[in-house]
């Protein structure tokens, strides 16, 4: 499967910025989806991972409450909704496919990923 993510911006603190990341080869509804992240200088870290069918998600605590992660199966399509937005969101942020129906947050469990888009919020 081939992802591509796109969205990204330059958004003020308190700000919002949905990212999406549409999806192309194999059967998407096939696969996990999750969002990681990478700041300057820092690991990878994972945001949030949903289920095949969309019915379950998980968050990492940093995010949880602001962020919402969703899928469109029809469109093939994974969203990240970002909200009161903060100086230390801000990353490269990448979508990934697992084709382990189990709900991972460790990103060396996924197979597939996307290239990336920045996400810079000014304070």
């Known amino acids: 499967v081939q992802l591509q993510a796109s969205g990204g911006g330059l958004v003020q603190a308190g700000g919002s910025l949905r990212l999406s990341c549409a999806a192309s080869?194999?059967?998407?509804?096939?696969?996990?989806m999750g969002w990681f992240r990478q700041a300057p200088g820092k690991e990878r870290e994972f945001v949030a991972s949903i289920s095949r069918n969309g019915g379950s998600t998980y968050y990492a605590d940093s995010v949880k409450g602001r962020f919402t992660i969703s899928r469109d199966n029809a469109k093939n399509t994974v969203y990240l909704q970002m909200n009161s937005l903060k100086p230390e969101d801000t990353a490269v942020y990448y979508c990934?496919?697992?084709?382990?129906?189990?709900?991972?947050?460790?990103?060396?469990?996924?197979?597939?990923w996307g290239q990336g888009t920045q996400v810079t919020v000014s304070s």
């Open positions: 990934a496919a697992d084709e382990n129906p189990r709900i991972r947050a460790n990103g060396g469990y996924y197979d597939y």
């Open positions: 080869g194999r059967t998407f509804s096939s696969y996990v």
